[in-house]
């Protein structure tokens, strides 16, 4: 398994994984990325600006994706709570989606592990991650926290006025 920057010439590609994943959170009544977020233009943006990583197994299937954002992320500037280490030395990760056919053989498992590994090459400074996951979204929680990362606040309003979600960090 490997993960690598996704190319402008696959947009449709990771379109087509987000689109998935917005029907796989439908499918479980959850609220997150059912309106018009992700959308096509924040992912072309994404591979644009080289956040958006592939997920790929080792005969180079696509598996899956995901987003690395240098800081500063102003999606938490309205954060409720408080951080582990205040710092401007961290990633976000966003956008955190497996092909629904390959559910249940442990790739999001794997993809964490190996967004570390991935992380710690590319961003050599960084002294935390930071991510965050719908209230709802019970599996992302459970993955985020099997991880190591602790819960230190809430932001409101990302997907419905009073809907939150949880935001977490693991310091490395």
Same mark, same amino acid.
């Not at 689109?19 to 997150?32: M, N, R, V, Y």
């Not at 606040?153 to 939150?164: A, E, F, H, L, S």
């Given at each position: 398994?490997?993960?690598?920057?996704? &190319?402008?010439?696959?947009?449709?590609?990771?379109?087509?994984?987000?689109?998935?994943?917005?029907?796989?959170?439908?499918?479980?009544?959850?609220?997150?990325?059912?309106?018009?977020?992700?959308?096509?233009?924040?992912?072309?943006?994404?591979?644009?600006?080289?956040?958006?990583?592939?997920?790929?197994?080792?005969?180079?299937?696509?598996?899956?994706?995901?987003?690395?954002?240098?800081?500063?992320?102003?999606?938490?500037?309205?954060?409720?709570?408080?951080?582990?280490?205040?710092?401007?030395?961290?990633?976000?990760?966003?956008?955190?989606?497996?092909? #629904?056919?390959?559910?249940?053989?442990?790739?999001?498992?794997?993809?964490?592990?190996?967004?570390?590994?991935?992380?710690?090459?590319?961003?050599?400074?960084?002294? #935390?991650?930071?991510?965050?996951?719908?209230?709802?979204?019970?599996?992302?929680?459970?993955?985020?926290?099997?991880?190591?990362?602790? &819960?230190?606040?809430?932001?409101?309003?990302?997907?419905?006025?009073?809907?939150?979600?949880?935001?977490?960090?693991?310091?490395?």
């Amino acid at each position: 398994m490997y993960l690598r920057k996704a &190319r402008m010439e696959e947009l449709d590609l990771v379109c087509d994984i987000i689109e998935d994943g917005k029907q796989q959170l439908a499918d479980a009544g959850i609220d997150q990325w059912q309106d018009d977020y992700p959308n096509r233009n924040i992912i072309k943006g994404d591979i644009e600006d080289g956040r958006a990583v592939i997920y790929n197994s080792d005969d180079h299937e696509t598996l899956g994706v995901a987003v690395i954002n240098e800081a500063p992320d102003h999606a938490y500037d309205t954060m409720e709570g408080e951080w582990l280490r205040p710092s401007d030395k961290y990633v976000t990760v966003h956008r955190v989606a497996i092909f #629904s056919h390959h559910q249940g053989k442990g790739y999001a498992s794997k993809l964490f592990r190996d967004l570390f590994d991935y992380i710690a090459e590319n961003h050599s400074t960084t002294d #935390s991650i930071r991510i965050d996951t719908h209230r709802d979204n019970t599996k992302m929680q459970y993955l985020i926290e099997k991880f190591g990362f602790k &819960r230190v606040g809430k932001i409101v309003g990302v997907y419905q006025p009073t809907d939150y979600c949880y935001v977490y960090e693991k310091l490395l």
